[in-house]
């Protein structure tokens, strides 16, 4: 096969597994949304068929073919396909080593699965999910040792969502968080009296909620041609190419905040794939770069802007006035308190931006001894509880199955990924507030930067410290400004209501919400 032919037949190959892809995400997003409960079985063989379908294409001899012509052809490449044959030769290595039936088998497992868990969660009935949960970490242990046999389990499984990170640096990682964490929220719970948010847990009808998911969209400036919003019991964004992006909600009458920051921070990963770029959609570089880069995106809206005065300024005057008359003897500061208040909580995604990473160090904890072999799920909820008592200060959570544990911390690197890009995603200079070209970089590139995987494994290790770029603390706010409009980030005027101000010391830029990841 000539290097010609080969890339003749990459687009083919791109395009018939993109299909594939494409089929089987709908099919999840709409068994987790709106399909009937009763329809799990047959999803779930389709989904097995799929998958099989999806396998073959990825091991044929004339895919392995293409790869190796183009492996060998590599300095002959652009940048954009060489790294597609990096990621396409990798996803191969590791999906001909597993039997294909058991390939099929585990998919047609977690699809099972999650309905199960639906209804487990629904009758708050662990021993309903437990076999299933069992069933799908000896599966993971089995599929790690099919994909990287000279790998622990767990770092096998690691390396599948951030390249390079181990069980060790988790391990190291946790030990700090924990020791410098913990004492910290003991002592914000010995005055959790201070700030009373029982107004929050009054009724909100639910309809106007769905009418406020609709005004918080359009706040962030999120595209609603080419992304909608679900409702499903465990808030999540499920993304085909940049025109084919689905977030998720769960409303709580009693509990407003809840949906509120659902919808900022799925709208927050919503934004990072709405605006990969152009060339890249409906590719294997089409999507983020890695779990924790997209996290500190969805957590960058979600905690610095989202839980900001200059954010509540703006979202409390409608929430005030379409609930009226719940909120009517509280004031604009006394709303900013109350959405910031910390304290230990029931479930990790409606954790306040203190505690959540102590549920993800629970878990991480319990999951690592489940791939391990050293603890088997029906002594999953025992350990969960032990380990909540022991860091939550004796606040029992509730007993709620759960699937695989995720949102891990290092999704915390929103604290620094804005102000501070590091060189090893090409972007050696420090990035100004204003300056927000680093940021639409990151998004705009997907999965491109050929570095990505190095950041844990061959450059700095994972630290428990503020990171703060060398011109001074970010500070973020909102604005509503003129009929006149501002100079946005290309120079040209925008007009509009609402912007985002960043500013760095002296220096200041308005934006557009959606602006912030627009090349």
Known sequence: MTVSQALERLAAYEKQAFAYNHASGVLYYDGATVAPKGSADVRADTLGELSRMSYILTTAPETVEMLRTLVQARDRLDPVTARKVSELWRDYEQTHRIPQEEFVAYQQLVSKADAVWHEAKERSDYALFEPYLQRIFDSCRRLAGYRQPEKDPY???????????????????????????????????AHADRVDDAPLHRDFPVAIQREFTDFVMGVMDIDRDHCIVGETEHPFTINFSRDDVRITTNYHADLVASSLYSVVHEGGHALY???????????????????????????FYENIIGRSRAFCGVIYPWLREHFAPRLDDVSPEDFYRMINKAQPSLIRTEADELTYCLHVMVRYEIEKQLIGGTLEAKAGRRAHHDRHVGDRGGRRCAQRPGGHPSGFPLGQWQHWLFPLLRHRLGLRRPVSAADAEGLRRVRRRGHRPADADQLLAGGEDLEIRLHEGPRGPLRVRLRTLPSGGVRGVSGKEVHGDIRIVISRNNNTRYYRPGALHKA
Do not use: K, W, Y
Request: glycine share 8%; net charge negative.
């Open 155 to 189: 770092d096998a499984q690691l390396d599948q969502f951030e390249r390079g990170l181990t069980r060790d640096t988790c391990d190291r990682f946790f030990a700090a968080l924990r020791r410098d964490l913990v004492p910290l929220i003991e002592q914000v719970q």
């Open 273 to 299: 794939e709405l605006h990969v770029g152009r060339e890249l959609s409906r590719t294997c570089l089409g999507g983020g770069v890695s779990m924790a880069i997209h996290e500190s995106q969805s957590r």
